[in-house]
């Protein structure tokens, strides 16, 4: 198996076959910058290495997890550019088992059927503005977010104007994103710097996804508990001045 310090080795039709994805995808991908430039060599053949194959691991499954390109942009721009195959590989086993469940394709009838009544072209763009489904470029049809739909469906029979509700998540996802970004970088400094130093260890990244699935429910249930404990205690202390 190629190595790190083997050097790139594969041509752009042995990548695309390691990696399970068509010669076209992998040029594609070049030209949008999600793939650096492999190496040329003797005919102005290019090679391609061990970390062209794990990011490309990477975006399939950032994709998996219903990312578009674009938003897989930004998040390969964010990432060290010198990161190894190894490094890489670690980063797909946390989004693993991190990311939420993927977005579904639904039709207007089986959202319909999902909500378990028919909804109204002003229910889809509440839940639109709750960020529990989007429109699909095919007329009619939606991703819809599994996880949330049922209480977006709970939400539209609350009398809440649909630019507080867009308000409202404006607010949530910046504190969120502000948190994540914490969160992460403790969770770099704290437990990727410590497990980088073992990297010779085989069942290094087996490890890094099993602590990082059970670390997950316990930050997310840390969340939604002092998230809980804040809103009562900031609502008693609004309605009791007023």
């Known amino acids: 198996m190629t190595t790190d310090t083997e050097g790139p080795t594969l041509t752009v039709d042995e990548l695309a076959a390691r990696a ?26 290019g090679h391609y290495g061990p970390a062209h194959l794990s990011r490309l691991a990477l975006i399939e499954e950032l994709q998996h ?19 190894s195959a190894h490094d890489l590989a670690i980063h797909r086993a946390v989004v693993a088992s991190w990311a939420p469940d993927s977005a579904e394709d639904a039709t207007r009838a089986e ?14 763009d509440r839940l639109a503005a709750m960020n529990v489904l989007e429109r699909a470029e095919a007329p009619d049809t939606f991703r819809v977010d599994p996880g949330l739909l049922g209480l977006g469906v709970q939400l539209l029979g609350v009398p809440i104007a649909h630019e507080t509700i867009l308000a409202a998540r404006t607010i949530l996802l910046e504190h969120a994103r502000s948190v994540a970004h914490a969160l992460t970088n403790l969770f770099k400094d704290e437990v990727w710097g410590p497990y980088r130093e073992r990297e010779s260890d085989p069942e290094h990244v087996k490890a890094m ?19 809980q404990r804040s809103l009562r205690e900031e ?8």
């Open 209 to 227: 996804k099993s602590l990082s699935a059970h670390m997950q429910p316990m930050v997310v249930q840390a969340l939604v508990t002092a998230f």
């Open 235 to 242: 609502l008693r202390a609004a309605f009791t001045a007023e």
């Open 65 to 83: 997890h219903g990312m578009t390109l674009a938003a897989i942009e930004r998040y390969l721009e964010q990432l060290p550019p010198d990161l």
């Open 111 to 124: 959202l319909d059927r999902r909500a378990g009544r028919p909804l109204s072209d002003e229910d889809i």
């Open 20 to 45: 399970g994805v068509t010669v076209r995808t992998v040029r594609f991908y070049s030209t949008r910058g999600l793939l650096p430039p492999p190496v040329i060599g003797p005919r102005r053949v």
